[in-house]
């Protein structure tokens, strides 16, 4: 299996301008998680879908942040208008869904955006 | 919500022993441990289920507590190659299906 896919690996763009991350989990798995990473705040959990269903956004920062799931094997994380302050590690990740049981999530290698 | 791990930094010789905690103020169903590497992502290490045992493979195990909402990562007889951030992660039900991941501790294992 090719993993969890991520593009663009790395986006340098100006502030005020829309920039959209893709992902695509890994065959098969029902659910999809948007992290962001700042050396700040660490790893934050953003917004996630189960079979596709947006489950908890409260963790996107502010209206400039959305995230769809069209369909079970693509996501996209946009922002717009972008910040400096938006600057950071965007990972994707997904895990298989089983009832009652701990789920492994697997990561995809990341965005890294940077916004001047 | 957000777990807190202990140290947030330790530097080892190789072949020393470490333990690296995480703790939550809520109660717990799970706890996930992750390992990055610097500029990768975040890697699966071990899944520690409420009611479940004492994980490990290699010389990497962990514990959890679940009545202190605590558990621990025992890294023993360390090696180079276990150089990176320790990540844990909670889940708080059954099902809850996201994770609160702590802030994370800096293991650099030199030579």
């Known amino acids: 299996d090719a993993g969890v896919i991520q593009s663009p690996r790395h986006e340098v763009t100006e502030m005020g301008q829309e920039v959209t991350l893709r992902c695509k989990p890994i065959?098969?798995?029902?659910?999809l998680f948007w992290y962001r990473q700042t050396m700040m705040r660490g790893l934050e959990l953003l917004i996630y879908?189960?079979?596709?269903?947006?489950?908890?956004d409260s963790g996107m920062p502010e209206d400039r942040f959305s995230a769809k799931m069209p369909n079970a094997s693509f996501s996209t994380l946009k922002i717009q208008p972008s910040e400096p302050r938006d600057s950071a590690v965007y990972f994707c990740?997904?895990?298989?869904?089983?009832?009652?049981?701990?789920?492994?999530?697997?990561f995809g290698p990341g965005t890294r955006l940077l916004v001047l | 919500q957000q777990p807190v791990q202990s140290p947030q930094a330790v530097i080892l010789r190789e072949g020393e022993d470490a333990v690296i905690n995480c703790s939550s103020s809520?109660?717990?169903?799970?706890v996930h441990w992750y390992r990055q590497k610097h500029g990768e992502a975040p890697v699966f290490l071990m899944i520690?289920?409420?009611?479940?045992e004492q994980k490990g493979h290699d010389k990497i195990s962990a514990s959890f507590n679940e009545k202190k909402q605590q558990s621990s990562l025992y890294l023993t007889a360390s090696q180079l190659s276990y150089s990176g951030t320790y990540f844990c992660?909670?889940?708080?039900?059954?099902?809850?299906?996201?994770?609160?991941f702590g802030t994370g501790t800096r293991l650099t294992v030199i030579p």
């Open positions: 990740a997904s895990s298989p869904k089983i009832a009652g049981v701990g789920e492994t999530q697997y």
């Open positions: 065959s098969g798995h029902n659910s």
């Open positions: 879908f189960n079979n596709n269903v947006p489950i908890d």
């Open positions: 809520k109660a717990l169903y799970s």
């Open positions: 520690l289920l409420k009611g479940g």
């Open positions: 992660g909670t889940e708080r039900y059954p099902g809850a299906n996201n994770l609160f």
